[in-house]
C-alpha cells in the first residue's frame, strides 16, 4: 500500500517571500503521479501542480514548482512570491498508475503573514 | 467553481441512523470518487464509481455503499451510522477513457458535506 507522508504541520510565511513544503511517499510502483492541493477555509479541494513520474522535468505552475526526487521518493513544492491568497491547508497527494484512488498526506497549514 | 456540486452542505444525524449524500459530477465527466476527511487530517478514499459500477474501494466497512446514475451523479449512503462518521465527505468527478486505462485528467471537487453524527 502507498504511504504520504508531510512532516511539518503548519508553516508560516511573510508576504512576497518563498516557502517550501515537504511530501515523501512510499510505493513499489514505477508509474505514478503525484499532486499538491490546495485547500482553502472554503473546504474545496484545488489542484495546484501535477508531476508525472516518468518525467524528469520538475512541474511548474506560476509561482508554484515542484523539486520532484523519485529516487529518494520525495515531493516538495515551492511557493515563490507568497500572497495573502495563499494561506490554505495544502495536501500532497499520491495515485497509481491504475489511476482510481488518490492518497493524500495529512496536509500542511500554510499562514501567509501581510 | 468546479461544477460539481454536493448536497447537503451541513447534515446532522443521530448514532445508528441512515444518510445519504449526493453528488452531482461535471459535464462530461464519468467518474466519481468518494472521500472522506475526519478533521484536522488528509482526505481517505472510500471507493470510486466508473460508468454505474464501483471501480476500486479503500478500506471502508461494508455499511459505506454507493451508486452511480445514468447521468454520472452519485450518492454515498452510509448505515448504522456511528460517532466516528463524522467527517467532510468530498467527492471528486473525473474523466477516463476506459476502467483499466490510466486517468490522465485533473479530478473536480466539490465543496463536500459536513457530516455530523451525535
Known amino acids: 500500500a502507498q504511504t504520504v507522508t508531510q512532516s511539518q504541520p503548519e508553516m508560516s510565511v511573510q508576504e512576497a517571500e518563498t516557502v517550501t513544503l515537504s511530501c515523501t511517499y512510499d510505493?513499489?510502483?514505477?508509474?505514478?503521479?503525484l499532486f499538491w492541493y490546495k485547500q482553502p477555509p472554503s473546504r474545496q479541494m484545488i489542484l495546484v501542480i501535477r508531476?508525472?513520474?516518468?518525467?524528469?522535468q520538475n512541474a511548474t505552475e506560476n509561482r508554484f514548482s515542484v523539486n520532484f526526487q523519485k529516487a529518494a521518493k520525495s515531493f516538495s513544492l515551492k511557493i515563490s512570491d507568497s500572497q495573502l491568497g495563499d494561506t490554505a491547508m495544502y495536501f500532497c497527494a499520491f495515485d497509481g498508475a491504475a489511476g482510481n484512488k488518490l492518497t493524500f498526506g495529512g496536509g500542511t497549514r500554510v499562514l501567509v503573514k501581510p | 467553481e468546479t461544477g460539481v456540486t454536493q448536497s447537503p452542505t451541513h447534515l446532522i444525524k443521530t448514532r445508528g441512523q441512515q444518510v445519504t449524500l449526493r453528488c452531482s459530477s461535471q459535464?462530461?465527466?464519468?467518474?466519481v470518487s468518494w472521500y472522506q476527511q475526519a478533521l484536522g487530517q488528509g482526505p481517505q478514499f472510500i471507493f470510486q464509481y466508473y460508468r454505474e459500477e464501483e471501480n476500486g474501494r479503500g478500506n471502508f466497512p461494508p455499511r459505506f455503499s454507493g451508486l452511480q446514475f445514468p447521468n454520472y451523479s452519485s450518492e454515498l449512503n452510509v448505515n448504522a451510522l456511528e460517532l466516528d462518521d463524522s467527517a467532510l465527505y468530498l467527492c471528486?468527478?473525473?474523466?477516463?477513457?476506459?476502467?483499466?486505462?490510466?486517468?490522465?485528467?485533473?479530478?473536480?471537487f466539490g465543496q463536500g458535506t459536513r457530516l455530523t453524527v451525535v
Open positions: 459535464s462530461g465527466h464519468n467518474t
Open positions: 510505493t513499489s510502483e514505477n508509474n505514478y503521479y
Open positions: 508531476q508525472e513520474a516518468y518525467k524528469q
Open positions: 471528486a468527478s473525473s474523466y477516463r477513457q476506459g476502467r483499466f486505462l490510466p486517468l490522465n485528467t485533473e479530478a473536480f
